[in-house]
C-alpha cells in the first residue's frame, strides 16, 4: 500500500519554463512534507520542506505547494535550468517519525 | 568537512557470501538510517536506530542485520538470506525528532 505516489515517473520541460512535479498522499495524518532531488549514483539532497499549517514554502526557484483536502503536493521550478535535471523524490512524516519516500520523478530540463 | 560517508562505493558480491557496507557520520546526529533503492524505484527503508546501542526494523529488514555500537556509526550487513542483494544502499542521519534527513552518497551493491 503506497502511502505517498508520484504518478510521472518522468517529465520533461524546456529550460526557463516552469517544471511542476506532483506528489499525492493517502495518510491523512501526515503533517510534514519534504521533496528531496537526486542525481545518478549519488544520494538524495533535501531541496525544500512544508508544514501542514501551511500551503506554500519558497526557497528561490523552488516553490512547494500543499493542498490538505486533496492530499496532493507540488513542486514548482522557476524557471527550470539544465542542472535541475535528476529524479525528484517526495516524502511525508507522521509527527516526526518516519519518513515515507514516493517513487520518484525524472526530470529532464532541454537546453 | 561534516558529513556522512559511505563505504566503499562499489562492491562485487558472490552469492553465499554476507558483506558489511559501512556509514560513518560527524554530523552528532543521533538517528541513522539505512535506505534500498532499486532500479526507476523510491527508497525502501532497511533498518534505522535513533539511540546508541537499539535499532529497529523498517519495511524490508529481511535478510540484513544492523549494528549502533557508536553513535557515529551504523554498519550495514547484507546477509545470504537477502534473496535480491543487488541494490544501490544510502545511509542517512537526522537530529532526533526532526523530519529532515541528510544522505550519503549511497553504496553499489553487485551480486554476481
Known amino acids: 500500500d503506497q502511502q505517498v505516489k508520484q504518478n510521472s515517473p518522468s517529465l520533461s520541460v524546456q529550460e526557463g519554463r516552469i517544471s511542476i512535479l506532483n506528489c499525492d498522499y493517502t495518510n491523512s495524518m501526515f503533517d510534514y512534507f519534504l521533496w528531496y532531488k537526486k542525481y545518478p549514483a549519488e544520494g538524495p539532497t533535501f531541496l525544500i520542506s512544508i508544514s501542514s499549517i501551511k500551503d506554500k514554502n519558497e526557497d528561490g526557484r523552488f516553490t512547494v505547494f500543499l493542498n490538505k483536502s486533496a492530499k496532493h503536493l507540488s513542486l514548482h521550478i522557476v524557471p527550470s535550468q539544465p542542472g535541475d535535471s535528476a529524479v525528484y523524490f517526495c516524502?511525508?512524516?507522521?509527527?516526526?517519525?518516519?519518513?515515507?519516500f514516493g517513487g520518484g520523478t525524472r526530470l529532464m530540463v532541454k537546453p | 568537512d561534516g558529513g556522512i560517508t559511505q563505504s566503499p562505493k562499489y562492491l562485487f558480491r558472490k552469492e553465499g557470501q554476507n558483506v558489511t557496507l559501512s556509514c560513518e557520520q560527524n554530523l552528532n546526529h543521533d538517528a541513522m538510517y539505512w535506505y534500498r533503492q532499486d532500479p526507476g524505484q523510491g527508497l525502501r527503508l532497511i533498518y534505522y536506530?535513533?539511540?546508541?546501542?537499539?535499532?529497529q526494523k523498517g519495511d524490508i529488514a529481511e535478510g540484513y542485520s544492523v549494528s549502533r555500537e557508536k553513535k557515529e556509526s551504523f554498519p550495514l550487513t547484507v546477509t545470504s538470506a537477502q534473496k535480491n542483494p543487488t541494490a544501490f544502499y544510502l545511509c542517512?542521519?537526522?537530529?532526533?525528532?526532526?523530519?529532515?534527513?541528510?544522505f550519503g552518497e549511497g553504496s553499489w551493491l553487485t551480486v554476481v
Open positions: 542517512a542521519s537526522s537530529i532526533a525528532g526532526v523530519n529532515t534527513i541528510y
Open positions: 516524502a511525508a512524516s507522521v509527527a516526526g517519525n518516519m519518513l515515507t
Open positions: 536506530s535513533q539511540i546508541v546501542n537499539d535499532f
